[in-house]
């Protein structure tokens, strides 16, 4: 084996030597790279579960379809998209660490992707000009849920809403708190962090992790144990690409009542928008633990045909409607809820409702792998910790008007989100914190100028919300990646260039811990990306 792999490492250095002569990218440049990782992969797979028939490079006719399978931002779905050499299927553990092996061996960069909806497209697309080939985890959708344990184990590969509805499932009683969009993949989600509607009753899903598995830059299988503390806390929320590639997660499940409420409801200015959401600023984060009230602001055309903004509160309360009111009623009347707004179902229903489907979609869409819609989009994110006045709110309604299809979301926090310390997981913002925003810009014009336009707007907004958010640093969460936060070619200047998106997603301490496990578990800095930690 390990002649193997010097001859091997030899030849492929020798073929990177000659190609650096070549005074033409070739075809034949990149298929001679590609042959020989295949040729590797080949030999490094268990024999009894072949790779061969899992490869996919530009050549076949089926690589744009898998390649574009699991692209959930149409930002990165064009001709001009750098494209991956190879894409592995895998299907077994055993592929995956030859990958690794092979990757390393012929100097490759490695992607891993998941769902597919990291918001820079960094599971299947790079800024830096290396060739690079995917290793594609869908096929890893194992779900094993142990009701009487309360607990599941689930593999990367796995959608939320696949999760969610094996849970239900099994018990009416239990749910998983997790993210909001049924389409996102386990892999990428839970190691960045997840949030969803839950947050403010049982924290992350991070919090709620228990257990992993992942091969690490040696190809070597580790759970928890084996593992050990420091790199199972930093893939819980210190991103996976930086580590290793993970497998599997196990969750503890948590405890819903048999019946919880929604509703949604919509403000205008007219309706007092402005002073509903400067209340919100005060209220949202203190609110009972089990009221999940997210505000989320878009521009409309009102009957006129003017631009006006429109508030809409999407709610998740665990528990009855009688509660709800009464509770809403105290904490924020201002609101104006009202009986007929509330509508009680079961938990595994209220995910459905709360991806904004019609009341009495079958929760079988929750298997379904394709997202609703696909557009081009560009997010960013923020924290606020100071509440907003009416006056604040008036200037951002105007702000938001100079754009097309600007929307803000207000992620309330509080609840269990404060008692847990910001260095229990990487994910630093914790106590201190009344919301977690979104910026979000949608288009559907496949063409430079219109991506161009709707990327600044992104930019702009983020710009006029700068009073209004937290400093030193401005805080950012990892699963909302934003490349405009900092990048990292991994130059001389990596160290440098990563503390400033580092501090922005980790804080300082965190990200430190982060960079030490890092130099342990990945010294040749193997799995990374423009935004990875780096070693030191
Ligand atoms: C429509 C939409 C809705 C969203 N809603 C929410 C939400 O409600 N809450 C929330 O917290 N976030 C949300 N997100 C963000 C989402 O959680 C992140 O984009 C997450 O990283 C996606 O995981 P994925 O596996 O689908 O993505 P991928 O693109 O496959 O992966 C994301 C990143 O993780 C790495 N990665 C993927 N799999 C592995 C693995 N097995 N091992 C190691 N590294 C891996 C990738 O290389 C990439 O860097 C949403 C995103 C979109 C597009
Ligand atoms: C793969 O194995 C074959 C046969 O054992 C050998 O000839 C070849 O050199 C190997 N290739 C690589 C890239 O390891
Ligand atoms: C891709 O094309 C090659 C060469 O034609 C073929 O050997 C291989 O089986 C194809 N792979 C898949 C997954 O179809
Ligand atoms: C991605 O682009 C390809 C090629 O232009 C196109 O065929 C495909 O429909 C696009 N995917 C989506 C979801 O729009
Ligand atoms: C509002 O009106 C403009 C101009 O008439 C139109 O282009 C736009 O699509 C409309 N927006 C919405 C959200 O309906
Ligand atoms: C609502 O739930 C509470 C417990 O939180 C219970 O006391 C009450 O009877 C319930 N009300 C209705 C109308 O079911
Ligand atoms: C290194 O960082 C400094 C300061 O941020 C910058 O001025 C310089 O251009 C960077 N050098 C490289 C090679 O990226």
């Known amino acids: ?34 042959d020989s990782l295949i040729q590797c992969l080949n030999n490094r797979s268990d024999p009894s579960f072949p790779i061969t028939g899992l490869l996919y490079t530009p050549g076949n006719s089926s690589f744009p379809s898998v390649l574009q399978t699991y692209i959930r931002n149409l ?11 190879l894409i592995i299927a895998a299907k077994h553990v055993s592929h995956i660490q030859a990958a690794i092996v092979c ?8 992607k891993t992707r998941s769902g597919g909806h990291d918001l820079e497209g960094l599971s299947y697309v790079t800024n830096t000009n290396q060739p690079f080939f995917i290793v594609d985890m869908f096929s890893f959708k194992l779900i094993d849920v142990d009701i009487e344990e ?4 689930v593999q990367a590969g796995a ?23 049924p389409s996102v993949g386990v892999g990428g989600h839970i190691s960045g962090g ?40 930093a893939i819980s929320g210190g991103g996976g690409v930086s580590f290793g590639v993970v497998l599997a997660y196990k969750f503890k499940l948590v405890r819903v009542p048999e019946v919880v409420t929604v509703f949604k409801i919509e403000r205008t200015p007219e309706q007092n928008l402005a002073t509903i959401a400067q209340r919100w600023t005060q209220v949202a984060d203190k609110l009972d633990d089990n009221i999940f009230l997210r505000m989320t602001l878009d521009v409309i055309n009102d009957t006129n045909g003017e631009k006006t903004v429109r508030g809409t509160f999407l709610t998740l309360y665990l528990g009855n409607s009688s509660d709800l009111l009464t509770l809403l009623n105290k904490d924020f009347p201002e609101l104006g809820l009202q009986t007929s707004d509330c509508i009680e179902m079961s938990w595994i229903e209220s995910v459905v409702y709360y991806y904004d489907l019609p009341i009495g979609t079958p929760t079988t869409m929750l298997l379904s792998p394709t997202p609703q819609t696909l557009v081009l989009f560009k997010s960013k994110s923020d924290y606020l910790k100071n ?32 008692e847990i310390s910001e260095f229990a997981k990487p994910f630093p913002h914790r106590s201190g914190n009344i919301a977690m925003m979104q910026y979000q810009v949608v288009w559907n014009e496949h063409d430079i100028d219109a991506t161009n336009r709707h990327m600044k707007y992104a930019r702009m907004m983020y710009d006029y919300m ?8 401005r805080e950012a969460f990892l699963n909302y990646r934003d490349l405009d936060i900092g990048v990292n070619n991994h130059g001389k200047n990596a160290s440098i260039e990563g503390m400033v998106y580092g501090h922005k997603y980790f804080k300082e301490t965190n990200y430190k811990r982060l960079t030490r496990v890092k130099a342990r578990v990945d010294p040749d800095n193997f799995f990374r990306n423009e935004q990875s930690i780096p070693t030191s």
């Open 1 to 34: 084996m390990a002649i193997i792999s010097s001859f091997t490492s030899q030849i492929s250095g020798l073929i990177l030597l000659l190609l650096a002569f070549l005074p033409i990218q070739s075809s034949a440049t990149s298929s001679s790279i590609t």
């Open 75 to 85: 930002r990165f779905n064009e001709s001009t998209t750098p494209k991956p050499i």
């Open 103 to 110: 990757g390393k061996e012929s100097r490759l960069l490695m």
């Open 150 to 153: 309360e607990t599941a184990w």
């Open 159 to 181: 959608t939320l809403g696949e999760v969610y509805y094996r849970i239900a499932e099994k018990s009416s009683t239990h749910g998983y708190p997790a993210g909001i969009c």
């Open 194 to 233: 997840g949030y969803g509607n839950m947050m403010r009753k049982f924290g992350l899903s991070i919090d709620n992790v228990v257990d992993a598995q992942i091969i690490d830059s040696s190809g070597e299988l580790l759970n928890r144990k084996s593992m050990g503390e420091d790199l199972f806390w």
């Open 387 to 418: 509440p907003i006045s009416k006056q604040g709110f008036e200037f951002i309604f105007e702000r938001m008007k100079e754009f097309e299809n600007m929307l803000v979301d207000f992620n309330p926090y509080g609840g269990r989100m404060s």
């Open 466 to 473: 700068t009073p209004f958010v937290s400093k030193n640093p």
